[in-house]
């Protein structure tokens, strides 16, 4: 064990070592080169989509993707392994309905729902009540509508001036997957 400590020591923290004393040794000199090996997240794009049109564009070829899949609309709780998406694979499976709102821009959204109250068992593949099953959220940009427009549910006519359509940047919660708990 003592010869994996060291040895693990001198493959890992020597070249670092090097690798800093190296910058040290440029700064005293002048200025350094940038690093050939990049960081970890230096491929982290900054931001995943040029214009909230790319954004909302992705939302709507989901929908697509929903709305046209050839898979049965299956709500057992059961892990399908044959199956390449997360969402059959996972000890808490999930499957997507649409979430529709005629006041925000995309209108549609695809949301997760949990398939099983309890999480599958990865020994027996059976549904465990023991553990739950819970959504997990996240917070999504939408353009939500300001004021209601004639003729839209919810909206009581009124003699008043008609309301111009404007749209306000929000974030709105929704459901992207599910996860087991104890």
Same mark, same amino acid.
């Given at each position: 064990?003592?010869?994996?400590?060291?040895?693990?020591?001198?493959?890992?923290?020597?070249?670092?070592?090097?690798?800093?004393?190296?910058?040290?040794?440029?700064?005293?000199? !002048?200025?350094?080169? &940038?690093? /050939?090996?990049?960081?970890?997240?230096?491929? +982290?794009?900054?931001?995943? @989509? #040029?214009?909230?049109?790319?954004?909302?564009?992705?939302?709507?070829?989901?929908?697509?993707?929903?709305?046209?899949?050839?898979?049965?609309?299956?709500?057992?709780?059961?892990?399908?392994?044959?199956?390449?998406?997360?969402?059959?694979?996972?000890?808490?499976?999930?499957?997507?309905?649409?979430?529709?709102?005629?006041?925000?821009?995309?209108?549609?959204?695809?949301?997760?729902?949990?398939?099983?109250? !309890?999480?599958?068992? &990865?020994? /027996?593949?059976?549904?465990?009540?023991?553990? +739950?099953?819970?959504?997990? @959220? #996240?917070?999504?940009?939408?353009?939500?509508?300001?004021?209601?427009?004639?003729?839209?549910?919810?909206?009581?006519?009124?003699?008043?001036?008609?309301?111009?359509?404007?749209?306000?940047?929000?974030?709105?919660?929704?459901?992207?997957?599910?996860?087991?708990?104890?």
């Amino acid at each position: 064990q003592l010869l994996l400590c060291i040895f693990t020591f001198a493959m890992v923290l020597v070249p670092e070592a090097k690798d800093q004393s190296k910058a040290a040794k440029g700064r005293r000199r !002048g200025p350094t080169r &940038p690093p /050939t090996a990049t960081p970890a997240l230096a491929w +982290a794009p900054a931001n995943s @989509y #040029s214009s909230m049109e790319d954004y909302e564009h992705s939302i709507q070829d989901m929908v697509h993707q929903l709305r046209n899949s050839s898979e049965p609309g299956d709500t057992k709780c059961q892990v399908n392994l044959r199956l390449w998406r997360s969402n059959r694979r996972s000890l808490s499976p999930w499957a997507y309905s649409i979430n529709h709102d005629a006041m925000r821009i995309p209108a549609d959204i695809p949301e997760a729902r949990c398939l099983c109250a !309890g999480c599958i068992n &990865p020994f /027996t593949m059976q549904e465990d009540r023991t553990m +739950a099953s819970i959504p997990i @959220y #996240s917070q999504l940009p939408v353009r939500r509508l300001l004021c209601q427009v004639p003729g839209e549910v919810g909206h009581k006519p009124s003699g008043k001036k008609k309301c111009p359509k404007k749209y306000q940047t929000v974030m709105e919660t929704i459901a992207v997957g599910c996860t087991c708990i104890f």
